[in-house]
Nanobody
Framework: QLQLVESGGGLVQPGGSLRLSCAAS???????MGWYRQAPGKERDIVIV????????HVEDSVKGRFTASRDDGKNTVYLQMNKLKPEDTAVYYC??????????WGQGTQVTVSS
């Protein structure tokens, strides 16, 4: 079972950028990985799915053209580059396998707050 540690969040003004990282305790080789987010009072939703080869096979409409995911299997790390951030992007961001199974634990997430 992977242990996941997300980092890189923070407070940013609208229009700004952040780069999130997600380090896994074990190999992510050949695994599809996803970035999820949970806004206050809402359910956790998937934002981007990155297949095992590094291709983004799913991108939520609201982040298209602004967010890019990538991976470095040698470092067992997944990244999320977020540009042109909007207040509605405010959420706790997580990474995990796709599809997620109930046996897959979640990390602590990293808080992203977009506000002036």
């Amino acid at each position: 079972q992977l242990q996941l540690v997300e980092s890189g969040g923070g407070l940013v003004q609208p229009g700004g950028s952040l780069r999130l990282s997600c380090a896994a305790s074990g190999s992510i080789n050949r695994k599809n990985m996803g970035w999820y987010r949970q806004a206050p009072g809402k359910e956790r939703d998937i934002v981007i799915v990155l297949d095992w080869s590094g291709i983004m096979i799913h991108v939520e409409d609201s982040v298209k053209g602004r967010f890019t995911a990538s991976r470095d299997d040698g470092k067992n790390t997944v990244y999320l580059q977020m540009n042109k951030l909007k207040p509605e992007d405010t959420a706790v961001y997580y990474c995990n396998k796709v599809p997620w199974a109930q046996t897959d634990s979640w990390g602590q997430g990293t808080q992203v707050t977009v506000s002036s």
